[in-house]
Nanobody
């Protein structure tokens, strides 16, 4: 059974940094596309960044995080989101996501709160 567990959320001041981690278990994740999404109450979940299984040199970033956030993965089962220059608008629950072909898996989410 695939399981994703996020960690590293918390509070930060505007301009500060946080690093999120996602630990995956239950399968071989080398061939999974890994992403971070975020969601605020009353709004749809939105894609933040994706790193694909076959080309981790060109990750995708949503425009609202380009130049501030960096997604990376290790060779085994972890994916990270380094968040710099945080803004109050980055306040959300952040979710780790894994996809293999048509199968999607989600973590339980970790709350990030950025104060001005």
């Amino acid at each position: 059974q695939v399981r994703l567990v996020e960690s590293g959320g918390g509070s930060a001041q505007a301009g500060g940094s946080l690093r999120l981690s996602c630990t995956a278990s239950g399968d071989i994740f080398r061939y999974y596309d890994m992403s971070w999404f975020r969601q605020v109450p009353g709004k749809e979940r939105e894609l933040v960044a994706t790193i694909t299984w076959n080309d981790d040199s060109r990750p995708y970033y949503a425009d609202f995080v380009k130049g501030r956030f960096t997604i990376s993965r290790d060779a085994k089962n972890m994916v990270f989101l380094q968040m710099n220059s945080l803004k109050p608008a980055d306040t959300a629950v952040y979710y780790c996501h894994a996809r293999l072909l048509t199968r999607d898996y989600w973590g339980q989410g970790t709350l990030v709160t950025v104060s001005s």
